[in-house]
């Protein structure tokens, strides 16, 4: 953790309490039954799954485990526990053989430069599997992502990224691990390193510029506190060559956290026909 980290106050009850509401309002007024999550044995969707129970009732969360054959096993076993600990229903898809037959057919060469396209892959079918189940439940789509990620683009666009809510995405990555542990989220998985597993042995640490204990005082200063990069810098103490790399994926990656613009055609308002 970064000294004098000026994190965000966080009232972990209330912030609990308030996003349980979130997710209530949002079932209701799309008059859907309950809620899907893909679990991963991570934090994020530990913590997710957590709040849903919450918010809904053990009854109306289903998770859905959608492992590769290179995932690992400590993952999968997680994501059981912790689907055991809430008590909800599941489901169990190993999705290799799906993915296997996009890259055969796609002809795509699994190499260290095809990592990018493939990992999209993955999180895409297991996006088109969450809403497999959404629909034939009637249920939302729950999204697992912080704020921390989605400020910096760490997601797949229409992958992770494609959901109906999403309940944590205010809060950044040391927050989610705060709230994860007092909700009960084991204390392995509440602080377990992220990974998404998008291609064997895959780290967030590979991608992402920082550390979370580095990288969320440094979004802090500069998307909460509008504090300039020199300031951020004599701050935290982080190197310049870094803060640029994160202001430099937030401007990049705009379009990921944006709807699709859409043409305004220009019309004849007073004959109400397009020109």
């Not at 079932?27 to 893909?38: F, Q, R, W, Y």
């Not at 993952?75 to 909800?88: M, N």
């Not at 809403?131 to 009637?138: F, G, K, T, W």
């Not at 697992?144 to 959901?163: N, P, V």
Request: one cysteine or more; proline letters at 5%.
């Amino acid at each position: 953790m970064v000294a004098g980290f000026r994190l965000l106050g966080l009232d972990l009850k209330a912030t609990a309490d308030e996003i349980s509401e979130f997710i209530r309002t949002n079932i209701s007024e799309a008059n859907a039954k309950g809620v899907v999550i893909g679990l991963s044995g991570g934090v994020d969707s530990s913590l997710v799954a957590a709040l849903c129970v919450q918010a809904l009732g053990k009854v109306r969360v289903f998770g859905v485990l959608m492992p590769t054959n290179f995932t690992p096993k400590d993952d999968i076993e997680d994501a059981e526990k912790l689907a055991k600990q809430l008590d909800i229903k599941t489901a169990h898809i190993n999705i290799q053989e799906i993915g296997d037959t996009f890259t055969r057919i796609l002809n795509i060469e699994n190499t260290s430069q095809s990592r990018l396209f493939l990992g999209n892959i993955w999180a895409r079918i297991r996006m088109v599997i969450l809403y497999h189940y959404a629909n034939i439940n009637n249920y939302l789509v729950v999204g697992t992502g912080c704020r921390s990620e989605a400020l910096i683009g760490f997601f797949t666009k229409y992958g992770d990224g494609g959901i109906d809510l999403s309940p944590i995405g205010d809060l950044y990555k040391t927050q989610v691990r705060a709230l994860a542990e007092y909700l009960g989220v084991p204390k392995k998985v509440a602080y377990k390193p992220s990974s998404p597993q998008l291609y064997p042995g895959h780290k967030a640490t590979d991608e992402i510029p920082l550390p979370y204990e580095a990288l969320d005082p440094v979004l802090v200063e500069l998307f909460e506190n509008a504090l300039t990069l020199k300031q951020v810098n004599e701050f935290t103490g982080i190197p310049m060559n870094k803060l640029q790399e994160i202001t430099s994926r937030h401007e990049k990656t705009e379009h990921k956290r944006s709807l699709p613009p859409i043409l305004k055609l220009k019309r004849n308002t007073k004959r109400g026909i397009s020109e």
